[in-house]
């Protein structure tokens, strides 16, 4: 499916304000610039397949930065608790002491997923509303950070 110079300037637009939050300078990224040289004038018509590859590549980076600083600025650790099957367990440790579980659901499955459990492992009573499903990672590990208490 071809996408339009519209649809592609909104998701710019997206990507540009999350990396102006984090710091990370867009304007001199190559993949970026190329995308913005391979977008035609006209809003309405389609862009060319070029694009997407360079989109992803801009995005894993400024992940990539958000992430780092994301964590720098948590200071927490993942520590492997026990695996089976289907899944490895993990707690998530910072300085006030436990504050969430991960499961990484990575065999026998298609595609990996995660299940973040916000709480400590060891005195949570009640799970309800602090448990939910991601597809990486970093959404599961804020989950956990933003419901833990």
Same mark, same amino acid.
């Given at each position: 499916? %071809?996408?339009?110079? $519209?649809?592609?300037?909104? #998701?710019? +637009? ?9 710091? =990370? ?43 780092? %600083?994301?964590?720098? $600025?948590?200071?927490?650790? #993942?520590? +492997? ?9 993990? =707690? ?58």
């Amino acid at each position: 499916m %071809k996408h339009t110079v $519209k649809y592609w300037d909104s #998701k710019l +637009y997206q990507l540009q304000k999350l990396a102006d939050s984090i710091g =990370y300078h867009i304007d001199s990224d190559e993949d970026y610039l190329q995308i913005c040289k391979l977008l035609p004038a006209s809003r309405s018509k389609p862009a060319p397949v070029e694009i997407l590859p360079l989109f992803y590549n801009v995005v894993e980076r400024v992940q990539s930065v958000k992430n780092y %600083k994301w964590r720098k $600025k948590i200071k927490m650790k #993942k520590i +492997y608790r026990k695996g089976n099957a289907y899944f490895d367990t993990y =707690y998530i440790h910072t300085k006030d002491g436990y504050i969430g579980m991960l499961q990484d659901h990575c065999r026998s499955v298609k595609q990996t997923y995660f299940i973040a459990w916000a709480g400590n492992p060891y005195t949570c009573k009640n799970w309800e509303n602090r448990v939910k499903t991601f597809d990486t990672e970093e959404e599961a590990m804020e989950f956990i950070v933003e419901n833990c208490k």
